[in-house]
């Protein structure tokens, strides 16, 4: 496993380790011990899927207390994080990541910061781990492409929820 950390203040990138062979490839998305031993002490408490077509944009969405961790278990999409924490050296600057079934990539993302993805294969399931439990209560919502934040998608015109225009 791989950790890495990103231009965000506490978002980090996280590469499991790979086993491939004639068959195909195995991946351990999550191991508490290795996590841990890595400085991930998160305490999971919730995994979520959403499933959807290209040209799909959800989020940017956020709470204050929630940590995920977020990857692509099939297809590719693109993975937008803005730091909305006002005590954060890195507040209001963004990063995008392109997560996938092939890289494998994972993006631990800590409370404060908003994330938002948009589809960029025909299909894919974005996943993610939560540590809280969903509270639509305590959620905050940025405009996707409020030009206060510049933040740059791979598509222009995307499909969005009502909440999300």
Same mark, same amino acid.
């Given at each position: 496993?791989?950790?890495?950390? @990103?231009?965000?203040?506490?978002v ?9 062979d004639?068959? %195909? ?13 890595? #400085?991930? /002490? ?5 995994? =979520?899927?959403?499933?959807? *077509?290209?040209g ?5 969405? %956020?709470? /204050? ?9 099939? %297809?590719?999409?693109?993975l937008?994080?803005?730091? !909305? &924490?006002? !005590? @954060?050296?890195?507040?209001g /600057?963004?990063? +995008?990541?392109?997560? @996938?079934? *092939?890289? &494998? ?6 409370? #404060?910061?908003?994330?938002?993805h ?5 299909r894919?399931?974005?996943?993610y781990k939560?540590s809280?439990y ?6 905050f919502t940025?405009?996707?492409? =409020?030009?206060a934040? +510049?933040?740059?998608w791979p598509?222009?015109?995307p499909?969005?929820?009502? *909440?999300d *225009?």
């Amino acid at each position: 496993m791989i950790v890495d950390k @990103s231009e965000i203040d506490g978002v980090l990138t996280v590469t499991p380790g790979i086993f491939e062979d004639y068959r %195909g490839y195995y991946v351990e998305t999550y191991n508490q011990h290795d996590y841990q031993a890595a #400085g991930i /002490a998160v305490p999971f408490v919730q995994d =979520d899927i959403s499933v959807s *077509r290209r040209g799909v944009l959800r989020g940017l969405h %956020g709470d /204050a207390k929630t940590w995920k961790l977020i990857s692509c278990l099939s %297809g590719e999409i693109y993975l937008a994080v803005l730091d !909305c &924490r006002d !005590c @954060s050296p890195t507040k209001g /600057a963004w990063q +995008g990541f392109t997560i @996938s079934d *092939r890289n &494998r990539m994972q993006v631990l993302v800590p409370p #404060g910061v908003a994330n938002g993805h948009a589809i960029l294969s025909e299909r894919a399931i974005f996943h993610y781990k939560q540590s809280e439990y969903y509270d639509p209560g305590s959620q905050f919502t940025v405009k996707w492409n =409020d030009p206060a934040h +510049g933040i740059w998608w791979p598509l222009s015109d995307p499909i969005l929820s009502q *909440r999300d *225009r």
